[in-house]
């Protein structure tokens, strides 16, 4: 591609088959523990203050927490377009208003061999305290944490042209404003109720050749 382009890449849902809220509700969540979600989405709660309320509540050891996290699925498809963007000095950024214990645990090594930026609020873990929400500062937002369109933006005054691939409503806003667009599920409805232009994500691969200059 002759212009100047950056990916960045939501992590939960979209390099993840989906969302770590999801992976420990199913297992470690009962009813009572999921009302801030419902709180959440029913417009009562922010989405930090949701997650925080209900990570909180995991008190289950460290080891076996890293353990379950390992099992989490992800798109091998993203790791071989990290290893191209890197051969072609193109900058990669993940984002997430999730938080970065759990993704480090999945990626810390391919995050610095790849030399992949990742924002997100930080995450810290105890048995007494649970999974720990600590919003980001570079890129704060008050409802996420995190300010996905605060990073596109970013990039865009440096000069770049932005690749945002996501799944969700907090991917919506920073979508709107990409340069190019892969969406999945909520963030794909989203975009096509909002007009804004986007392919159907289906893996990381079709984001590569489209970078490659191989398709439009």
Known sequence: MNKKWTLVSDFDGTISDKDFFYYVADKYFDD???????????????????????????????????????????????????????????????????????????????IKFYKIKLVSNKGKYSVENGLQMIPNKEYFDENLGVSKAAIVKDWQNKGYKVVYCGDGLPDAEAAALADKVFARTMLYDKCVENNVQCEKLENFAQVQKFMEGKIK
């Open 32 to 110: 009572k523990m999921l009302s801030p979600w419902r709180e959440f989405l029913a417009g009562r709660k922010k989405h930090f203050v949701a997650l925080a309320e209900m990570f909180g509540n995991l008190h289950i050891e460290k080891n076996e927490l890293d353990k379950f996290i390992k099992t989490i699925n992800l798109d091998q498809s993203f790791f071989k377009l990290a290893e191209w963007c890197k051969t072609q000095n193109i900058p990669v950024t993940i984002c997430s208003a999730g938080n970065d214990y759990y993704i480090n645990v999945l990626m810390q090594k391919e």
